[in-house]
């Protein structure tokens, strides 16, 4: 248990190249995860799109995932949430990964509900600041989002500090398919100082994170 406890107290430092159901390795390639190493490596002329929305809600309060790849006639959708980490109600000895998983539901969307997800990312990303050489701190409320579409990639950010996250048009679109337990935690105001606290920095092309602390 001592292992499993230092190995979750690192924040990421190597390449995501698996799933995030597997609570170290999420905690291991957390940077890589939300710069969407893996989407970027994929990204194309010719390949499907896929969009990764980050939102960290204070990462020791929740954090959630949506994943969107196109498939054959729609595009498949994973929703992944937690609320506090390190939950000991969830530890047993048949699981004890538990206290650490995310809650996790898949469904198929049409092609009009995905591009409808789309087209709210574009209307909001059209009315934010860009997302080159913003950083972003974990105990704050922020999305990032790592997207390869038509061949190219990019990432997106929504800061507290920087958006008025209501009424950001995407979220209820997310939501709207979000078939999880975990209740969804809305952005509120950070106050005082947090332990534990780290950043991601995107880089000047928006096409990556250049360092995490």
């Known amino acids: 248990m001592l292992v499993l406890l230092v190995a979750l107290g690192v924040t990421g430092c190597t390449t995501y190249t698996g799933s995030q159901d597997n609570p170290v390795e999420r905690s291991l ?18 390949s499907r799109d896929h969009f ?7 990462y020791e309060q929740q954090i959630r995932t949506y994943e969107l790849t196109g498939v054959d006639g729609g595009a498949d959708f994973v929703t992944r949430a937690r609320n506090e980490a390190g939950n000991v ?5 048949s699981n004890p990964f538990g206290p650490w998983e995310l809650d996790r539901s898949q469904t198929l969307l049409s092609n009009g509900q ?4 789309i087209a709210a990312l574009d209307r909001d990303a059209s009315a934010a600041p860009p997302a080159a050489n913003q950083q972003l701190g974990s105990n704050t409320h922020y999305w990032v989002v790592a997207g390869c579409s038509a061949g190219k990639f990019r990432l997106w950010a929504f800061d507290q ?6 009424g950001l048009a995407f979220i ?31 880089n000047s092309e928006a096409d990556g994170i250049v360092g995490g602390l």
């Open 89 to 93: 109600a969830r530890l047993s000895f």
């Open 52 to 58: 990764r929305f980050v939102y960290n809600a204070n």
């Open 161 to 166: 500090g920087r958006v008025d996250m209501s």
């Open 29 to 46: 390639t957390w940077f890589s995860y939300v710069a969407g190493d893996d989407i970027k490596a994929a990204c194309m002329p010719g």
């Open 114 to 117: 995905a591009a409808g997800i």
């Open 172 to 202: 209820p679109a997310l939501r709207a398919h979000d078939q999880t337990e975990v209740v969804f935690r809305t952005a509120k105001p950070v106050e005082g100082f947090a332990d534990n606290v780290f950043y991601i920095k995107i």
